[in-house]
């Protein structure tokens, strides 16, 4: 619940709004002056300050005047009974949200305490936004608050600078391009060209021609000079998508020129010198290949200097939230009346729990696909595809340690005690008995958006 400092001398007001402010759920800490309330604020954080403007020692314009240098984060209200225009315009200029003449009508206390905290709620779901924002900015599309994606993002920035050979490996859907992109831009090569191409889509009589170019007449169909994609990439970075589909002939090709810096063009004879980072990415065991044959060893360790493994994503089910919410703001447009469309909370109950074979593009597909099917704002359980009921776990309800247990009763009980006070974190902290920082830190842990509890109020 939050937590009020009451500055008052006066002995029978102080205790009247302490146990008016006690009633409407606030905890109280009161005080006659402001010398003691100055001293407890040494070991106690509060949400909001009460003070009286004439006090014996310290003034109240003189209280505000020092909470605003040493807590300025934290609002105050101002009561007096001798009210003047210049102390008024004092206490404002000071950093006073609120400015209350004695005699006053309690509940105009509380109208007053009650707005200027729900003002600093917004203000701290500002503050997460703009952070997930800034976050989502500093790695493109790529979206997450899991610690797998942290050490994900940490080593994008690590390795990105250096500008040595990347192997990325991780399932199909996982966002392997992303990450690639996110390396490029962060290196010295980010003013050059960002090359992808997808070594498993193009024919094997045709690949090595796309990646190293051919000479005019070269082969029948080859009537002028054609650069490959590999020389388009000079100053830039090439990314070899699916990089275990290279044929053998082209593996070793693409050997000599890791080696060399330097290749021929299809029916060349010519060097040619070409700067470029390989950035490759897969999601078959290299070492298995090489084992069958179909890979070879010396390439292998050319191309993997650093390894970066991404995450499936029934690995990391609290990302989907914020996932799902990414892609119906990305493709809201698509929709039949292009309106702003939510999930409601059954839907996305079975989207967290279905396993995702095709990761993250999987969802990408999914959400899209309801958008573009529904016609109303809420998106229901039968907008989902059927696989996503059908394939619903059925788990024991008592299965996993005690500890996750617990975490799992914290995440539920953060997400419905929200629900019950329709997104409204001050509400929601003094139904908890929490504190709203301590609520706003829970909320982080579990990846909460109280937008998303507003809108599903009254479903």
């Known amino acids: ?36 309330a100055e001293e407890k604020l040494k070991t106690i954080s509060p949400d909001l300050v009460i003070t009286d403007l004439k006090l014996p020692g310290i003034s109240g314009l003189e209280f505000v005047s020092h909470l605003k240098k040493k807590y300025p984060q934290v609002p105050v209200i101002i009561i007096t009974a001798y009210a003047t225009l210049s102390s008024a315009v004092e206490a404002i200029r000071l950093g006073a949200r609120d400015y209350l ?19 600093e709620e917004l203000k701290e779901e500002n503050r997460w936004l703009k952070e997930e924002l800034s976050r989502r900015d500093k790695f493109e599309e790529m ?40 390396i490029h831009k962060r290196s010295a090569r980010k003013e050059g060209k960002f090359v ?32 490959g994609l590999l020389e388009i990439s000079h100053a830039g970075t090439l990314f070899l998508d699916e990089v275990g589909d290279l044929p053998l002939s082209v593996q ?15 029916g060349g004879t010519t060097p040619i010198k070409v700067d470029t980072r390989i950035i490759s990415a897969t999601n078959k065991n290299l070492e298995e290949e090489i084992e069958k044959g179909n890979f070879r060893k010396d390439l292998y360790y050319r191309i993997q200097a650093v390894v970066l493994p991404l995450p499936p994503l029934r690995e990391r089910k609290g990302d989907i939230p ?15 009346n292009k309106r702003e469309k939510r999930f409601s909370a059954e839907a996305m109950e079975l989207l967290t729990a279905y396993s995702w074979p095709g990761n993250v593009r999987e969802l990408e597909n999914v959400v899209r696909g309801c958008i573009a099917l529904s016609e109303g704002t809420l998106i229901g ?9 059908e394939g619903r776990r059925k788990e024991s309800r008592w299965r996993g340690s005690w500890a996750e247990m617990q975490k799992k009763f ?15 974190v001050s509400r929601a902290s003094r139904m908890a008995g929490i504190s709203r920082r301590h609520f706003y830190e829970k909320m982080k842990e579990f990846n909460v958006n109280p937008e998303e509890a507003r809108g599903r109020k009254g479903t």
């Open 252 to 266: 070793m090709k693409l050997l000599r020129f890791l080696q060399e810096k330097e290749f021929v063009r299809v």
């Open 322 to 336: 914020i996932l799902v919410e990414h892609f119906l703001n990305k493709y809201r447009d698509e929709g039949v």
């Open 196 to 227: 992808p191409v997808n070594c498993g889509a193009i024919p094997e009589t045709l690949i090595e021609s796309e990646l190293f170019g051919h000479e005019k007449g070269a082969f029948t169909g080859a009537t002028e000079k054609k650069k």
């Open 1 to 36: 619940m939050p937590l009020i400092i009451l500055v008052e001398d006066d002995a029978g007001l102080r205790k009247n709004l302490t146990l008016l402010l006690q009633e409407e759920g606030f905890q109280v800490v009161a005080f006659p002056a402001a010398e003691e």
């Open 381 to 389: 359980v039968d907008s989902l595809p059927p696989r996503l009921k």
């Open 143 to 182: 979206v997450g608050k899991s610690s797998s994606m942290q050490t994900v993002y940490n080593l994008i920035e690590k390795i990105a600078p250096s500008g040595v050979p990347v192997l990325i490996v991780g399932e199909s859907g996982t966002g392997k391009e992303l990450v690639a992109r996110a």
């Open 101 to 119: 003449i004695k005699p006053f009508h309690p509940e105009k206390v509380i109208l007053s305490l009650r707005r200027i905290l729900e003002l």
């Open 410 to 424: 914290a995440e539920k009980y953060i997400r419905e005690i929200l629900k019950e006070a329709g997104g409204n």
